[in-house]
T-cell receptor, first 111, second 117 residues
Framework: GAGVSQSPRYKVAKRGQDVALRCDPI?????LFWYQQALGQGPEFLTY????????KSGLPSDRFFAERPEGSVSTLKIQRTQQEDSAVYLC?????????FGPGTRLTVL | AQSVTQLGSHVSVSEGALVLLRCNYS??????LFWYVQYPNQGLQLLLK??????LVKGINGFEAEFKKSETSFHLTKPSAHMSDAAEYFC???????????????FGQGTILTVHP
């Protein structure tokens, strides 16, 4: 079956613009995670959903970051007023039992 | 809080040589442990995982890892490297599922494996 998909794969934004990153999880996966991977670093946890409920948003770096999953399937990570330090790869993962399955990521570059 | 340390940000081996990528973790509860591989411009692919039971776990592409509780380690090995193994490898830890735990991953910094002919 299809894996986790993310769009767009690449996004270039001017500083101050708002961006929206989409994640389509594997069908039927209840749990969904977002991670941020800075250049040369390991991924870092941003937020977690169980169905439509956002149960943990402790990793979101500022109130400019917002995530939603209104129908318990597709999720969107929104970043308002982007800053240069937001440049990173944003990874989405959905999970079944103990294993997380990752999408290819969205590479965000803020100029 | 959990943490993961991968010793060596770059490892270089010859084709056919042993691959050893080191991972040490800290966790306040018995952890679940994972190794993921990341090829350029791709997402993370699970190589293997340890949850419970046998401490030597085998994964895809000939990789294996051994959970050593006394050493808080979960090193990744492969007896004979192939050119196609060149990639970045990440060790990760999560709390066990159950109760209020949901398994978010804490990753190490990654190790880039280079394989030369």
């Amino acid at each position: 079956g299809a894996g986790v998909s993310q769009s767009p794969r690449y996004k270039v934004a001017k500083r101050g613009q708002d961006v929206a990153l989409r994640c389509d999880p594997i069908s039927g996966h209840v749990s969904l995670f977002w991670y941020q991977q800075a250049l040369g670093q390991g991924p870092e946890f941003l937020t977690y959903f169980q169905n439509e409920a956002q149960l943990d948003k402790s990793g979101l770096p500022s109130d400019r970051f917002f995530a939603e999953r209104p129908e318990g399937s597709v999720s969107t990570l929104k970043i308002q007023r982007t800053q240069q330090e937001d440049s990173a790869v944003y990874l989405c993962a959905s999970s079944y039992l103990d294993t997380q399955y990752f999408g290819p990521g969205t590479r965000l570059t803020v100029l | 809080a959990q943490s993961v340390t991968q010793l060596g940000s770059h490892v270089s081996v010859s084709e056919g040589a042993l691959v050893l990528l080191r991972c040490n973790y800290s966790s306040s509860v018995p952890p679940y442990l994972f190794w993921y591989v990341q090829y350029p411009n791709q997402g993370l692919q699970l190589l293997l995982k340890y949850t419970t039971g046998a401490t030597l776990v085998k994964g895809i592409n000939g990789f294996e890892a051994e959970f050593k509780k006394s050493e808080t380690s979960f090193h990744l090995t492969k007896p004979s490297a192939h050119m196609s193994d060149a990639a970045e490898y990440f060790c990760a830890v999560s709390d066990q599922r159950g109760g209020t735990s949901y398994g978010k991953l804490t990753f190490g910094q990654g190790t880039i494996l280079t394989v030369h002919p």
